[in-house]
């Protein structure tokens, strides 16, 4: 269980008022509302009354008090023991693909702009990307494809162009046989296979870039890649290549109150 949660419960239990735990907490009271849910369906049990005027703690949620304050102290200690008090903590989630084109980057811009940011990174679809950023568990997502929700601002960051890498001749039919499918995106896949119709036999399919890598590495054959991950294969003289599509980065955010340093950290992504 993630400790913020606790942090939420006990700023609502203060301020006996979600919209205002929210406004404090730089949350949506959705997201308060999301977070108080999930604690409730931890323990098993309600934790606040919501009456017309007031919201109320349950004798549950009086049980439970102490032990949240007690968890916020002893982070709270831990932080000042190791002198981090005045970090800037962020959470950054990414589909596998996307991941792997700005991961690296990502990790090189903070450490050279962001000294005193503590971050945090994890890999999940993007439906779970989207679930998450509602619920403020995470602060910004990359993705390869643009989030539907009105809730949600994307910002595209690039378009890199796709390679098609062979260690066959482009034009031969037998370049397909050991072909690797990267979901790098709708679109890509769309033109990768009006162009070359024989890419559907495929040998394996993954949403997992570096997983494809690996594959083609230890058995040959053939993938689609962008130039940031061409050093990955292990490439000779035998391998052609060919443009045959892009793939858009995206990055985002909540509209709703969002984090202010994420601003600054797009900001230097897209410098």
Request: charged share 20%.
């Amino acid at each position: 269980m993630d400790v913020r949660f606790f942090t939420t419960f006990l700023e609502v239990s203060k301020t006996r008022h979600f919209g205002k735990a929210a406004e404090n907490l730089y949350l949506t009271p959705a997201a308060v509302s999301a977070r108080i849910k999930q604690l409730e369906e931890f323990f098993s049990t309600t934790l606040f009354t919501r009456e017309r005027n007031s919201i109320q703690l349950t004798p549950a949620g009086q049980k439970l008090l102490p032990y949240a304050q007690q968890l916020e102290d002893t982070l709270k200690q831990a932080r000042q023991l190791l002198g981090e008090q005045d970090a800037d903590f962020i959470t950054c989630g990414a589909t596998a693909n996307a991941s792997s084109l700005i991961l690296d980057e990502l990790l090189a811009t903070c450490r050279a702009q962001f000294t005193n940011m503590a971050i945090t990174t994890e890999t999940h679809c993007t439906e779970q990307l989207s679930r998450q950023l509602h619920e403020r568990t995470i602060d910004f997502a990359f993705t390869t494809e643009p989030f539907k929700s009105s809730d949600i601002e994307t910002i595209a960051l690039r378009e890199q162009p796709l390679y098609l890498l062979s260690k066959s001749n482009l034009g031969d039919d037998a370049q397909h046989t050991n072909f690797v499918h990267i979901e790098w995106s709708s679109k890509a896949s769309t033109a990768l296979l009006t162009e070359f119709p024989k890419c559907k036999h495929y040998k394996l399919k993954t949403n997992d870039a570096l997983a494809a890598v690996r594959y083609v590495n230890e058995h040959s054959g053939s993938i689609v890649l962008p130039d940031c991950l061409k050093h990955k294969l292990i490439l000779n003289n035998t391998f052609n290549s060919q443009a045959v599509s892009t793939v858009t980065l995206y990055c985002a955010r909540l509209k709703e109150r969002p984090h202010p340093i994420v601003d600054e950290v797009i900001t230097c992504l897209t410098a």
